[in-house]
């Protein structure tokens, strides 16, 4: 462990006592505005132009309102767009990401998009208008389009270089199973110290909690950096909050004499969920690996999904939706549960072979399996 973590001391949650842990505070980012436009456009003005003309074309159908992504730069994302709307007229965007939840009973995850925002402005010019947004992490998010207090549109799309975001998941994906790991370690050690008589003294505790505060920062900066937010908050607040506010470490937090004769691996009492006993949440740990793998699978196929979709419609964008899957066949590399068959999906994805208007469909019934409805 690299230095001393700052413990914050304890709360009381009814009889029992929660070691407070600080949860990151939002941090919305702010709005991009016009001043910026200008130092986007002069690098990359021919993309700008082409998606301008585009556009131009779309905005002949009258009252169709279009919202699409552009290049990622490393300064700015681009969002194009086109309304029928007169000249100088403000639109608005409001971008959230989207973010997932385990649901141990459906087996599936739900979707729900963040509550930070990046925001962004412009004003109408011919029918069209391009928006840039700050960069955040690259990801599936939800673009709400406004003009004063009215919705325009709202759509779903594919933001940032995904590519990127499929290796920076891979780092990911091994820190949590490093954590899953840990986890079950922790256990261990709460069930030995369950089974002894007397209570430890302080100083196991305070070093106890320590190494898994650690651990607990590590989860909430992984959070903000991949798309494999629904294992961990299942790792983490799941898992680890209960390892946190496990009720071993004075006598008098233990399991009343009613469980007493109960072996403690089968008491209840030992955790601020009353209902959770030892052998309960070593198979949730158990669980987490398979949680870890079906949501690589289902990143991978919600995002190539977008990519090819627009690669359908643009061939200028197959070559940037196969570098995409290419990386994303490496990320499922480091799945503990591989799935021989979406593995080779990938990889036709990513080979020359690959048709985009073929895959598409393929990716949707892949997604579809691990999401819940809406």
């Given at each position: ?5 700052e ?21 919305p ?14 690098g ?8 301008l003309g ?26 194009y767009?086109s ?26 995850f739900?979707e729900?998009p ?18 840039f ?5 690259p990801?599936?998010y ?8 009215t919705?325009?549109?709202t ?15 891979c ?5 949590l ?7 079950a370690?922790f256990?261990?050690e709460?069930?030995?110290?369950a ?18 505060t ?19 908050h ?9 390892i946190?506010?496990?009720q071993v ?8 004499a ?7 691996a ?5 955790f ?7 052998d309960?949440?070593?198979?949730k740990?158990?669980?987490a ?17 977008d ?22 066949g ?13 593995a ?19 990716l ?11």
């Amino acid at each position: 462990m690299q230095g001393d973590v700052e413990m914050q001391g304890d709360v009381e949650i009814g009889s029992k006592t929660a070691s407070a842990y600080p949860l990151a505070s939002p941090h919305p980012q702010g709005d991009v505005r016009m001043a910026e436009i200008g130092r986007y456009l002069s690098g990359s003005s021919r993309g700008c132009l082409a998606c301008l003309g585009l556009l131009l074309l779309a905005a002949q159908d009258a009252g169709e309102i279009r919202v699409f992504p552009g290049e990622p730069g490393e300064k700015t994302w681009p969002i194009y767009g086109s309304a029928d709307l007169p000249d100088q007229a403000e639109v608005r965007l409001v971008a959230r990401r989207m973010e997932r939840r385990w649901q141990a009973a459906a087996g599936r995850f739900a979707e729900y998009p963040s509550e930070k925002t990046a925001r962004s402005a412009a004003a109408v010019n011919a029918k069209t208008f391009q928006l840039f947004l700050r960069p955040g992490c690259p990801g599936r998010y939800v673009l709400a389009l406004s003009q004063e207090e009215t919705r325009l549109r709202t759509v779903q799309a594919a933001l940032g270089p995904i590519g990127r975001l499929f290796g920076d998941s891979c780092a990911a994906a091994r820190k949590l199973v490093a954590s899953i790991d840990k986890a079950a370690e922790f256990l261990e050690e709460i069930e030995e110290t369950a089974r002894r008589p007397e209570a430890p003294e302080g100083t196991r505790r305070d070093d106890f909690l320590r190494r898994v505060t650690s651990e607990e920062r590590a989860l909430e900066r992984a959070y903000d950096a991949c798309d494999l937010t629904g294992t961990i908050h299942f790792v983490w607040r799941d898992i680890y909050y209960q390892i946190r506010n496990a009720q071993v470490w004075d006598r008098a937090d233990r399991p009343s004499a009613a469980e007493a004769d109960n072996d403690p691996a089968d008491r209840k009492g030992y955790f601020l969920d009353d209902r959770l006993t030892l052998d309960m949440l070593r198979k949730k740990i158990a669980s987490a690996k398979t949680v870890l793998s079906l949501e690589m699978r289902l990143s991978v196929a919600v995002l190539l999904e977008d990519l090819f979709a627009r690669a359908d419609q643009d061939p200028k964008r197959v070559e940037g939706a196969r570098a995409a899957a290419r990386e994303a066949g490496k990320f499922l590399a480091a799945a503990p549960e591989p799935d021989a068959r979406f593995a080779a999906l990938i990889e036709s994805a990513a080979s020359e072979e690959g048709n985009a208007g073929d895959l598409c469909p393929a990716l949707r019934a892949h997604a579809e399996r691990y999401l819940s409805p809406p």
